[in-house]
Each structure stands twice: as structure tokens, then as C-alpha cells.
């Protein structure tokens, strides 16, 4: 969830202000796109993912190996971003309540995990409540700061905290949601700003054995 921590650009100093700002604006797109699904491409398959046990909304906890033979998705955030997660949860709760629709007769279905990366607050109480007010088929998942950064770590997840201008800090973090094969490998980004007719499409390929790059 990219935020603005700077004020308004420099009004005075011409050309080599501007050109100073551009380099930076480019620099920070350059960090920055690379979090979205609408960006350049993720790095390479084979470093992006790995096992993960973590406690689960639903009660107890979800150890990674038990989704083997089954394709699912992946979304990092956390239960006090503003617009970005719950905008993005509530689109992806409707394309995963499509998808099984579509697929009743052939029983396919996909599971998404919401995983916090802010552990110290998004407690399994905090995460039950929250998931609550989106699809079942999304699971909210946390754990200790150790093994939030485990995973983050292991799906090339980018978090950052950062502080507000009226005091307190949020998090910028990674926006990709991550589509995960049978075998725990990384199958390429879900991209819903596409809209839900390719998101569905990315979802058959997926459920088929197929990848996205």
C-alpha cells in the first residue's frame, strides 16, 4: 500500500530542480511498481516462495505442506490499511465466489491466504474479526514477527513501516497477489485491475497446471 510520505514538489529553482525531481520520481517508480500486479515482471519463478506455518482465522494453524496438490493464492497485508486490502480482498473474494460457480459441476475451487504483516497487532483474534467481512474462501493468516518475516522473505514480499506526517506509522507492502501451483511453486500474479474476465481465465490456467510466464 504505496503512501505519499512527502509534501508538494519544490516550486522555485527551474530546470535542474525539475531535473533533480524527475530522477527522483523515476527512482521511486522504479521501487515501486515492481509491487504491482500491472508492473514489470516478478524475479524469476523458482526464488519466489516456500513452506510457511502460520495461525489461522479459522482456528488453529495452516501449515503450507498440507496445500500440496492444490493450486491457491497468496496476499500480504494487514487489518488497519485504509483502502488498498480491503478494496483488494473484497474484489478477490467475488472473482474466487464466481470462479466456483462457474466450476460447481467440476467441484475446482481456490483458496486465498491473507497474511498479516502486522504481526504485533493482526493477532488471531484481530484476523478472525477482520476476515469476517470478506469471502470464506479467504483465510486470514498470522504469527510471531519472526515468522511474518519468514515469509515475506521466502515470496520476495516488500514491507516497509513508515512514518505519518500526523504521527503514527503505517506499512507499505508488496500489492501482488501471488498464484501458487499444485506443487507450492510460484505460477505467476493474479492481475484484477484487468478486470474479472482475465482474472478468471489466469484462475482455468491455473487449476489446469499452467503458468502465467
Do not use: W
Not at 480482498?89 to 504483516?117: H, M, P, R
Amino acid at each position: 500500500m504505496p503512501t505519499d510520505p512527502g509534501g508538494p514538489a519544490p516550486r522555485r529553482g527551474g530546470g535542474l530542480i525539475l531535473a533533480v525531481f524527475a530522477l527522483g520520481l523515476a527512482a521511486i517508480v522504479g521501487t515501486t511498481v515492481a509491487f504491482l500486479p500491472s508492473g514489470p515482471k516478478p524475479p524469476p519463478i523458482s526464488v519466489i516462495g516456500g513452506s510457511f506455518r502460520l495461525e489461522s482465522s479459522k482456528g488453529g494453524v495452516l501449515d503450507s505442506r498440507t496445500l500440496l496438490g492444490k493450486p491457491y493464492l497468496v496476499f500480504f497485508g494487514f487489518t488497519q490499511c485504509p483502502n488498498v486490502c480491503p478494496t483488494t480482498l473484497a474484489d478477490l473474494g467475488n472473482l474466487l465466489d464466481a470462479f466456483a460457480q462457474e466450476n460447481a459441476k467440476q467441484g475446482s475451487d481456490i483458496q486465498a491466504y491473507y497474511v498479516t504483516v502486522d504481526p504485533e497487532r493482526d493477532t488471531p483474534a484481530v484476523m478472525r474479526e477482520y476476515m469476517a467481512s470478506f469471502s470464506d474462501r479467504i483465510t486470514g493468516l498470522t504469527g510471531s514477527p519472526h515468522d511474518i518475516e519468514r515469509v515475506t522473505r521466502a515470496f520476495r514480499a516488500e514491507v516497509k513501516r513508515v512514518p505519518l506526517t500526523e504521527g503514527g506509522t503505517t506499512i507499505e507492502h508488496s500489492l501482488m497477489v501471488y498464484m501458487m501451483d499444485r506443487d507450492g511453486g510460484f505460477a505467476g500474479p493474479l492481475d484484477l485491475e484487468a478486470g474479472h474476465p482475465l482474472a478468471l481465465k489466469q484462475l482455468h490456467r491455473l487449476v489446469a497446471g499452467g503458468r502465467d510466464s
